[in-house]
């Protein structure tokens, strides 16, 4: 990596070292990928030795993701300090490598909430509350407070579509922040769409144009645009767009479709987007040291060796309810040269007679987290059919609540066993609400977020893929393996093969006698990264290839 940046000081201060701010918008039509090309962006200049910090900015009212319906927002993420976000902050950190906070999250109800509590304690000193400059400046103090340590650039993106009316405080507030700190310590960039149309077979400058219009009535000239389009765009759409849009031709970007999203740093790059970034904010550095990257997008195009993995959930209609699984198994899968084949298998569909042939062909089973009865007996099945049959098994949080009660069923003999999520009235309780039974108290209690740590057991798998004894992940559930039975299920072969450092709480469990049958009550996948897999994926994806060449050799041998 390049040395440190030579960043100048702020202005009239001669020595205070402050961070540029760099604001993406989008316009002409929703789900650009502005997530991605803040990213991408954010991916850049780190790569020229800047530290970036990455944030979203959405107009929903709803205070966080957290209560949300995955069917309409996708994945809640989840950060080390227990933030429930929304899940372009899962884009973030994978691309930039930097562990983001809740303060990377900031909703307009969480704003709208800040402003009113402290109009009811009478902080606003009995003032009419507005949303200029009441609204307004609370937004830009969620801006100003990512910036606190060793920070050299901030990436903004906010959410929604230029034009959008709850979308009007937020591009008031960038607005106001380009005043407040200098316009030279700021960018704005946007990003826009570049239709084709086929009955006159050409690309289509004017969706930009009148975005760009409708983002300058808000007082924002952008300074960047990024032009997404399902094909290359050649300099004379540049030059147009550029003329018509009064921004510097080599400030006008193309974005063409990847073939795969961790191209689009390398694509924005031969654009000139970090260069040009750089020019505008006057940071100094070196040219970016991607070669790492390059060589990962390269394997990642390159694997031949093939396996297929299923997803077994109540919420895969909408794939991006599982985004950070489905990016952690990709990054496995570059591990060990493989061209991963996701298959989505709805839990709710699998039952009785029904299970084998929906899971024929698998080198593996992923049972992922959720909340909610509606699903699960088709998730137990699923991880039935995974440990009878020997297929690479991994359960994320209630895959592992899954695991616990099917062995408990089917090794033990209880039938009836469940958890009280489900069945308040099970006599056989394995999973609660509570680790120790003891802790009568701690019953009704909230919900364990963010880092917590894990002790690994040794000669364990999970302790071998970690290569560590003490480990720490992000976690997001309620409920907990029953101290009440722990001990049955361990003299019946389930081994707890990570423990709370306390002794209190179950964090894994294995099968000895297993391909690969790994659960954890934690969520690993927010914490893959491209360049640095999870083990606990690295390591599946690895059993699933084996498993493949395991059980169909002829078919491996002319792939």
């Not at 987007?273 to 904010?281: F, I, K, R, T």
């Not at 071998?464 to 722990?486: A, F």
Request: net charge negative; proline share 6%.
């Amino acid at each position: 990596m390049s040395g440190p940046a030579n960043i100048s000081p702020g202005p009239n201060d001669g020595s205070e070292r402050r961070p540029r701010h760099i604001f993406v918008t989008g316009g002409v039509v929703s789900s650009l990928g502005k997530g991605i090309a803040a990213a991408s962006l954010g991916r850049l200049l780190e790569s020229r030795g800047l530290r970036v910090v990455c944030q979203k900015l959405d107009p929903y009212i709803n205070v966080d993701p957290g209560t949300m319906n995955p069917f309409q927002h996708g994945e809640v993420f989840v950060t080390d300090d227990g933030g429930e976000t929304d899940l372009d902050l899962g884009h973030y950190e994978r691309f930039t490598g930097e562990n983001l906070s809740r303060a990377s999250n900031v909703t307009s109800g969480s704003v709208y909430l800040s402003v009113i509590q402290k109009e009811r304690r009478g902080d606003y000193l009995g003032d009419t509350v507005q949303v200029i400059p009441h609204v307004t400046n609370a937004i830009k103090e969620r801006i100003h407070r990512v910036t606190e340590g060793d920070v050299d650039v901030v990436i903004s993106e906010v959410g929604g579509t230029v034009g959008d009316i709850e979308s009007l405080p937020f591009l008031e507030a960038i607005r106001q922040f380009g005043n407040d700190i200098g316009r030279e310590n700021v960018l704005y960039l946007h990003v826009t769409l570049v239709p084709y149309l086929s009955t006159s077979e050409e690309l289509k400058t004017k969706p930009t144009q009148h975005s760009v219009a409708e983002l300058r009535s808000h007082g924002i000239h952008p300074d960047v645009i990024v032009l997404r389009s399902d094909r290359d765009i050649d300099d004379a759409v540049r030059r147009k767009i550029s003329l018509f849009c009064d921004v510097r031709p080599e400030a006008v970007i193309p974005a063409p479709d990847a073939t795969d999203i961790y191209e689009v740093p390398l694509t924005l790059h031969e654009g000139g987007l970090d260069q040009v970034v750089c020019d505008q904010l006057g940071l100094v550095t070196g040219p970016p040291n991607l070669t790492v990257w390059s060589a990962m997008v390269e394997r990642s195009l390159a694997a031949t060796r093939e396996a297929t993995v299923a997803i077994v959930g109540k919420y895969v209609e909408l794939p991006d309810a599982y985004l950070s699984v489905v990016e952690a198994l990709r990054h496995g899968a570059i591990a060990n040269d493989v061209d991963l084949d996701i298959r989505w298998i709805r839990s709710d569909d699998l039952s009785g007679l029904l299970v084998d042939a929906e899971l024929d062909g698998l080198d593996g089973i992923v049972v992922p987290g959720g909340f909610g009865a509606r699903g699960v007996e088709g998730k137990i099945l699923a991880i039935r059919h995974a440990r009878e049959k020997g297929i690479p098994f991994l359960g994320l949080c209630l895959g592992l609540q899954c695991a616990v009660i099917e062995y408990a069923r089917a090794v033990l003999g209880w039938a009836d066993a469940n958890s009280t999520e489900f069945d308040p009235s099970t006599p056989y309780p394995v999973i609660d609400l509570m680790s120790s039974q003891e802790d009568v108290e701690d019953k009704g209690g909230t919900m364990r977020l963010g880092l917590y740590a894990a002790r690994l057991e040794e000669g364990s798998l999970v302790r071998e893929l970690h290569d560590q004894e003490l480990i720490y992940e992000r976690h997001r559930h309620r409920w907990e393996v029953s101290n009440r039975h722990r001990g049955d299920l361990e003299r019946a072969g389930l081994r707890m093969s990570g423990i709370s450092p306390d002794g209190r709480l179950v964090e894994y469990i294995e099968l000895m006698d297993h391909p690969y049958f790994v659960a954890t009550q934690a969520h690993p996948e927010f914490r893959s990264r491209p360049d640095l897999p999870h083990p606990l994926f690295a390591g599946l994806v690895a059993a699933a290839r084996a498993h493949r060449e395991a059980t169909r050799p002829a078919a491996v041998a002319t792939e």
